[in-house]
């Protein structure tokens, strides 16, 4: 037993019964005491007030309205954030965050004009901010501010792996964005085909991985932006502001069709979905050259060697192929799958067939035609796209004329390279080496 609060206020005597704490109720002494002394502390206009060891993992709400408090103790608890409302405390002095689980510095309490000491040893920061934290607040608040925020858009595999290198002993403020939480490990949805209903879920640990599970020190925010300007990004519900913006959108692939029987996500959560329907269809017809339709097709012919699978390129080339040798070994394997009909410079006009049209042919339809994700710079910056809305880039992976927007992945527009995996991971190393 001890005193949550101080300033001539002894909770003690309160109710000794409600004190002992054991492992049984602590949810309950989350949930229900600590809110109920904080209006205990509301009525007696406390100053001081601690709340250290409480196995608290948030921030109670009722706690920002205390705003007469000059010294808050939330030492040794579970916090791994503070919320943005901890500003209302605008007398605060004196905060102790010991011993929490803080992976970065937080920087709310830190726009408080009259807090003089903030206390960050005992959490698990990066080896940077272990030093920083131990000096003046004064110090910290010039570490924060001199650190450039670089914001990556897009977590696939270039936006994942610059991050990842960023995270690791960060030396700015980092923010992913993504519609996703997911990162997907795309080379390995396939195993999808292979997976029954019963152990989806164990399977797709090995394959999706949670956004926040490599970024330690940085901050993710799922959404998707509307449009790009000189200095911010705007989202559905938010403005963000960068200094160096790093663009890793890669494509997405359209839905001409809306019908179940057209499949146009790729990813292990839609295949394993659909494995079942994929597994009854004699019929499957593949529309678009690019990778994903060139491996779907390798991928069904391998796993399915009795289906009937037509393979249709709207452009006179397979894998949209800058590199001959590579066309060539693709269409090479293609004539050794029996059960695939390729036709390549052949468009599907989808004025002319109709989903009914197309099922009378075919009782799967996987629509692997894609655009780049570019569609958010077409209001301020139309003129750096390519008639393909590929984004102009430069020797360094720099948007052409601005130096501190850098492009990665399949959104980039490059003459002499494949649209390949390995493109990713080599883009992500040379955008990380320029940063």
């Known amino acids: ?72 103790d939330l030492s040794y608890n579970r916090l791994t954030t503070l919320p943005l409302s901890i500003q209302k405390l605008k007398n605060l002095r004196t905060l102790d965050l010991r011993g929490n689980l803080f992976n970065k510095i937080p920087q709310a309490p830190l726009e408080l004009r009259q807090l003089e000491i903030i206390k960050l040893t005992e959490n698990p920061l990066p080896s940077v901010e272990k ?23 897009g977590g696939g595999i270039a936006g994942a792996s610059i991050a990842k290198k960023l995270d690791i002993d960060p030396i700015c403020d980092l923010i992913v964005i993504d519609e996703s939480d997911f990162f997907t490990m795309k080379s390995k949805c396939f195993s999808a085909f ?31 932006v509307k449009t790009l300007m000189k200095d911010r990004l705007i989202l559905e519900d938010q403005t963000l502001f960068y200094d160096y913006l790093v663009i890793c959108t890669g494509n997405i692939y359209l839905r001409p069709y809306d019908d179940p029987c057209v499949l146009t996500k790729f990813n292990f959560e839609e295949l394993s979905k659909n494995a079942l329907d994929l597994k009854n269809a004699n019929r499957v017809l593949v529309y678009g050259s690019g990778l994903v339709g060139c491996r779907t097709v390798i ?52 004025n002319s067939y109709t989903v009914a049209d197309l099922k009378k042919k075919f009782d799967m339809i996987m629509w692997c035609q894609a655009i780049p994700a570019t569609q958010f710079m077409e209001k301020n910056y139309s003129s750096c796209l390519t008639d393909s809305k590929q984004i102009k880039i430069n020797e360094f992976f720099q948007m052409v004329g601005h130096s501190n927007i850098f492009v990665a992945g ?16 080599q883009h992500a190393k040379n955008v990380h080496t320029n940063l």
């Open 410 to 425: 399949d959104v980039a527009f490059t003459e002499d390279e494949m649209l390949t995996q390995d493109r990713a991971y």
């Open 194 to 224: 292979d997976v029954s209903i019963n152990n989806v879920a164990e399977v797709s640990k090995n394959i999706m991985v949670r956004t926040e599970y490599y970024l330690k020190h940085s901050r993710f925010v799922r959404g998707r």
């Open 299 to 350: 991928e069904l012919a391998s796993h399915y060697t009795n289906k009937r699978i037509t393979f249709i390129s709207q452009n006179d080339y397979f894998l949209s192929a800058r590199t001959e040798d590579i066309e060539r070994n693709f269409c090479e394997k293609l004539k050794t799958m029996k059960n695939v009909s390729a036709f390549s410079q052949y468009k599907i006009k989808l």
């Open 1 to 72: 037993m001890r005193m949550l609060v101080e300033a001539g206020f002894d909770l003690r005597k309160v109710d000794k019964r409600s004190m002992i704490i054991s492992s049984s109720i602590s949810k309950l002494w989350k949930n229900v005491f600590v809110p109920k002394y904080i209006k205990i502390c509301l009525r007696q206009r406390l100053k001081k007030l601690d709340l250290r060891n409480l196995q608290l993992e948030h921030v109670p709400a009722s706690l920002t309205s205390c705003e007469l408090l000059e010294d808050l």
């Open 131 to 153: 030093k920083i934290v131990k000096e003046s607040i004064t110090i910290i608040r010039q570490y924060l501010k001199s650190r450039p925020r670089v914001v990556i858009l």
